[in-house]
């Protein structure tokens, strides 16, 4: 009975793993690239964006960005915890059942 368990079991996912169905060509965004990116300027006479501005609204995205993969960060390490006290709670729900199949 050990053994099946242990066959059946799924390949965990590495938390650096991919988490959706997109092409191998596709990296989302970090918050250090958004900060890092930087535009041209535009010639004298044409318009063009405020550098400032700009600059603001990136720092703005990344930290929105930053954000969001801490909150993924910390909703992986709870499901892993909760995998995990329910493969405990499982294991020790199937040593109770074969000490009493084995006591009767």
């Known amino acids: 009975m050990r053994g099946f368990f242990r066959r059946n079991r799924r390949p965990q996912r590495s938390a650096s793993g991919p988490t959706c169905y997109r092409s191998a060509a596709y990296h989302?965004?970090?918050?250090?690239q958004v900060?890092?990116?930087?535009?041209?300027s535009t010639p004298m006479g044409r318009r063009g964006l405020?550098?400032?501005?700009?600059?603001?609204?990136?720092?703005?995205?990344a930290g929105d960005l930053a954000a969001v993969y801490d909150a993924l960060a910390q909703?992986?390490?709870?499901?892993?915890?909760?995998?995990?006290?329910?493969?405990?709670?499982?294991?020790?729900?199937a040593r109770a059942r074969n000490e009493r199949s084995q006591g009767r």
């Open 28 to 32: 989302p965004l970090r918050p250090w």
């Open 35 to 40: 900060r890092g990116q930087r535009f041209r």
């Open 50 to 61: 405020d550098p400032g501005e700009v600059t603001e609204f990136l720092d703005r995205v």
């Open 75 to 93: 909703s992986r390490r709870e499901t892993d915890r909760i995998k995990d006290a329910l493969r405990r709670w499982q294991s020790e729900q």
